[in-house]
């Protein structure tokens, strides 16, 4: 049964960082985009990154341009997002998703979720 199990999510102050990370198993299909989400209370599931886990082209929503970084490590099935210069705005539940063909911004289109890991950016 496929997987994706998310990590390093934590309490952090403004301007600080963190890199999450997203681990894949028992996946019987190629899984070519992998998304981050992020969903903070009251509000709807934001697409923020999409990598092509075949060429690592990434995408990002203008929310965090300049300041996350997506990346891959394929031989560990793992995708990665360094989040750097935090603001209390980011504060979210992430999920990482899977889908088979090209990235996409539609949560609908993606077939397989982690659980979700909160990252809290407060003071």
């Known amino acids: 049964q496929e997987q994706l199990m998310e990590s390093g999510g934590g309490l952090v102050q403004p301007g600080e960082s963190l890199r999450l990370s997203c681990a894949a198993s028992?996946?019987?299909?190629?899984?070519?985009?992998l998304a981050w989400f992020r969903q903070a209370p009251g509000k709807e599931r934001e697409g923020i990154s999409c990598?092509?886990?075949?060429?690592?082209?990434?995408y990002y929503a203008d929310s965090v341009k300049g300041r996350f970084t997506s990346s891959r490590d394929n031989a560990k099935n793992t995708v990665y997002l360094q989040m750097n210069s935090l603001k209390p705005e980011d504060t979210a539940v992430y999920y990482c998703?899977?889908?088979?063909?090209?990235?996409?911004?539609?949560?609908?289109?993606?077939?397989?979720w982690g659980q979700g890991t909160q990252v809290t950016v407060s003071s």
């Open positions: 998703a899977a889908k088979m063909y090209g990235p996409s911004w539609s949560a609908l289109e993606y077939n397989t």
């Open positions: 028992g996946f019987t299909w190629d899984y070519n985009a």
């Open positions: 990598i092509n886990r075949s060429d690592g082209t990434t």
